[in-house]
């Protein structure tokens, strides 16, 4: 699971690399190449803290999240689109942080002259839109010369291609980035392998100093979700020691930070939850699309797990915790034998049996 963290230069994109990840890079750097920089974060989860008390484990293990720090963004590039090796970079994320400035400051300069948070979430929009659109037409161009020669397949198959860029293209030439659109399976497959900017899920994370209210911005559909936090400030506060950070927040009454909010609505943003697997050895938490079933949970632990898989043994994480044992928990029936299209719940404990 990756997510890319863009924006306008000097929006914070850096800042807020730093305090998701406790990296140090230098920020207030004008970059205009592209560089990335990554970084994985543990997934704060209780759950986990409690599993590893409960069977007094030796080795934690959360489930992770990687962040990159994309420079290379102006807003400028237009309809001769972005440098390939930038979209490259960006079409392997899975989800966006949308980094939007809106703190004030008169040291640090805005490239557009002035604050407008909404004008800077649509100018990357746009931004996004166009370079989607040509590679739209690019393809339409070649899909249309393949069905005028009818050889490589049947006509029919190419004029269904046709027909999905061809809805894209309307969406793209009406400024509506492809998020909106909800795909149907087969048009999922048909244009899965293409990384569209436009339709990857994001989070607006509006950078604000401190005591700012959040702008008027609601999001315009499920793959937008929206977040105001104020990323120098947590910046700090994660260069902190852990107990001087403590008092820290206590003095300015912060109860949680914003950035541990932000990490778990990345992983909702992503459509994923969390399995577990327990014992005295290893607790580690599992990450897994939702919807997906136990064996393909196993494929997540090993492949050999997949492939040999025979059962698994599945107890809830509440339930665990209501009957204090597994033991006491199967005399109840909580402990279940699932075979392998159950569909894991996010909570789930699970012991995988399989043949090697
Ligand atoms: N006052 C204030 N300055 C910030 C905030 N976030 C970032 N900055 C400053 O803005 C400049 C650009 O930040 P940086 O993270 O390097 O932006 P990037 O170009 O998007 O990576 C730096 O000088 C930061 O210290 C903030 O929340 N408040
Ligand atoms: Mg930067």
Redesign the pocket.
């Known amino acids: 699971m990756q997510l890319g963290i863009i ?12 305090a998701l990840t406790g990296a140090n890079l ?6 205009a190449h592209m560089e990335v920089h990554t970084a994985v974060v543990d997934v704060p989860d209780l759950r986990v803290d409690a599993l590893v008390e409960h069977y007094k484990a030796k080795k934690t293990v959360y489930a992770k999240v990687t962040y990159a ?1 994309i ?1 290379g963004i102006d807003g400028k590039a237009g309809k001769a689109g972005l440098p390939g090796q930038l979209i490259n970079a960006m079409a392997t994320m899975d989800g966006f942080l949308h ?1 939007v ?1 809106q ?3 008169p ?2 300069a805005h490239q557009e002259g002035s604050l407008d948070p909404i004008r800077d979430i649509e100018n990357l929009d746009t931004e996004f839109i166009l370079n989607d659109l040509v590679m739209v037409e690019r393809k339409l161009e070649r899909l249309t010369e393949e069905h005028r020669r009818g050889v490589s397949r049947p006509r029919e198959e190419i004029q269904k291609e046709i027909d999905v860029f061809k809805t894209l293209q309307a969406m793209l030439n009406e400024n509506l980035p492809l998020r909106h659109h909800s795909f149907t399976p087969e048009e999922d497959q048909i244009v899965a392998s293409y990384g569209f900017l436009s339709r990857k899920p994001q989070i607006i994370v509006f ?3 401190e005591g700012q209210d959040a702008p008027a911005y609601e999001s315009p559909h499920p793959h937008t979700f929206v977040i105001a936090l ?4 947590e ?1 700090d506060i994660a260069a902190l020691e852990p107990e001087d950070a403590e008092i820290f927040m206590q003095e300015y009454g912060i109860e949680e930070l914003a950035m541990s909010r932000l990490i778990k609505l990345s992983y909702d943003l992503l459509g994923v939850h969390s399995f577990f697997t327990a014992g005295e050895k290893e607790v580690h938490a599992w990450t897994l699309k939702k919807g997906l079933n136990a064996r393909d949970a196993a494929g997540v632990i090993h492949s050999d797990m997949e492939k040999g898989f025979i059962r698994a043994e599945v107890i809830s994480y509440d339930d665990l915790m209501l009957y204090g044992s597994t033991a006491e928990a199967r005399t109840k029936g909580r402990l279940r034998v699932e075979g392998k299209t159950y569909i894991i719940e996010d909570g789930d404990i699970i012991e995988i049996r399989f043949n090697i």
């Open positions: 924006g306008l230069p000097q929006s914070g994109k850096t800042t807020l690399f730093n230098a920020t207030g750097a004008a970059s720090d420079t980094v400035r703190f004030e400051s040291v640090v950078n604000q100093s104020p990323a120098k400030l910046m």
